[in-house]
């Protein structure tokens, strides 16, 4: 088991992943996308770097995590499931146990449809890897929302799936040949205890499941049960989730939406969360 997982590895992720191991603690760090700052054309207000590229910045964040040997794993994190004392993480299928959670998303820009998480783990799944066998001889969606959804496709195609790809964009040339096509967006989940369909435009489609395959999850469907106030993850003065264990850090946890402030509460996180282990560690 490790000490730590860190998801995301923007500025309060990173801050977080440097504090842990400046306290020894053991942490693996996720990383979905590229994060916001490296869109930023200058910032000027982060202390002692007067007048820098978001992306040089974060290049030396970077640079700084190396030199600590971080390592920044290139994965989304699909699930995270509670277990007393400790947490199990599914990371696009693999599973890894961790002490200690810290949640470094920053801003969440998913759109949960209407019934999406009422029936997740009911057939609205995040995974493919993780779920596909489940639907084997069965109709599933795959909704193409970010770069791996064709792979992903083909893949539940390939083990047996009967699979319809939903995409806004043109029927991709790699796309298995079995695989049926529609040109569109899903609109709703629809099913009483599992799905039983999903609208698209003016249609309804019947599928015993859809693979939401986004590049990001929502936090609230990462751990059931998150509490949250004006759409941020609330928070105590130690970034303390409402979910013992589980903290939160950076614009995930509201504004001001700036770097100081993620760098900040990745430290604040980290730092509580090592003093806990330890505490737990000495009794
Ligand atoms: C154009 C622009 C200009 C800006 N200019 C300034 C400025 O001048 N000064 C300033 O202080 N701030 C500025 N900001 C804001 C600043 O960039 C943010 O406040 C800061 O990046 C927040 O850091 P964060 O670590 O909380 O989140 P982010 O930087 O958004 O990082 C989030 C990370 O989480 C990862 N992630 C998300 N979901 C998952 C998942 N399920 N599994 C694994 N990884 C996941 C993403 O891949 C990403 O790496 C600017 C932002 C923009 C967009």
């Given at each position: 088991m490790i000490d730590m997982i860190i998801i995301g590895a923007g500025p309060a992720g990173l801050s977080a992943a440097v504090n842990a191991t400046a306290r020894g603690k053991t942490v693996r760090v996720f990383s979905s996308k590229e994060n916001f700052l490296t869109k930023a054309e200058r910032v000027d207000n982060h202390l002692g770097f007067y007048n820098i590229s978001g992306k040089e910045l974060m290049d030396k964040f970077k640079e700084h995590a190396k030199a600590m040997d971080i390592k920044?794993?290139?994965?989304?994190?699909?699930?995270?499931?509670?277990?007393?004392?400790?947490?199990?993480v599914n990371i696009n299928g693999e599973i890894e146990e961790a002490k200690k959670i810290i949640l470094a998303m920053g801003i969440s820009k998913?759109?949960?449809?209407?019934?999406?998480?009422?029936?997740?783990?009911?057939?609205?799944s995040y995974c493919a890897t993780c779920d596909g066998m489940l639907y084997r001889g069965k109709n599933a969606v795959v909704w193409d929302q970010s770069h791996d959804a064709l792979e992903?496709?083909?893949?539940l195609q390939s083990i047996g799936v009967n699979v319809t790809f939903v995409s806004k964009k043109p029927r991709p040339e790699n796309l298995n040949n079995d695989i049926e096509f529609i040109n569109g967006t899903i609109?709703?989940?629809?099913?009483?205890?599992?799905?039983?369909?999903?609208?698209?435009?003016?249609?309804?489609i019947k599928t015993d499941a859809v693979f939401m395959l986004r590049d990001a999850v929502a936090p609230t469907s990462l751990v059931d049960g998150l509490k949250t106030e004006n759409?941020?993850?609330?928070?105590?003065?130690?970034?303390?989730?409402?979910?013992?264990?589980?903290?939160?850090?950076?614009?995930?946890t509201g504004k001001p939406l700036q770097l100081s402030k993620a760098v900040s509460?990745?430290?604040i996180a980290a730092q509580d969360a090592a003093l806990k282990i330890d505490k737990i560690e000495e009794n």
């Open positions: 920044v794993e290139n994965n989304k994190v699909v699930n995270i499931l509670p277990l007393g004392e400790s947490f199990m998913v759109k949960e449809l209407p019934g999406e998480a009422r029936l997740l783990g009911a057939g609205v992903e496709a083909n893949f609109s709703e989940v629809i099913g009483e205890d599992k799905v039983e369909s999903i609208v698209i435009g003016n249609e309804i759409n941020f993850i609330a928070v105590n003065r130690y970034m303390e989730t409402n979910i013992k264990g589980v903290y939160a850090a950076g614009d995930i509460e990745g430290l």
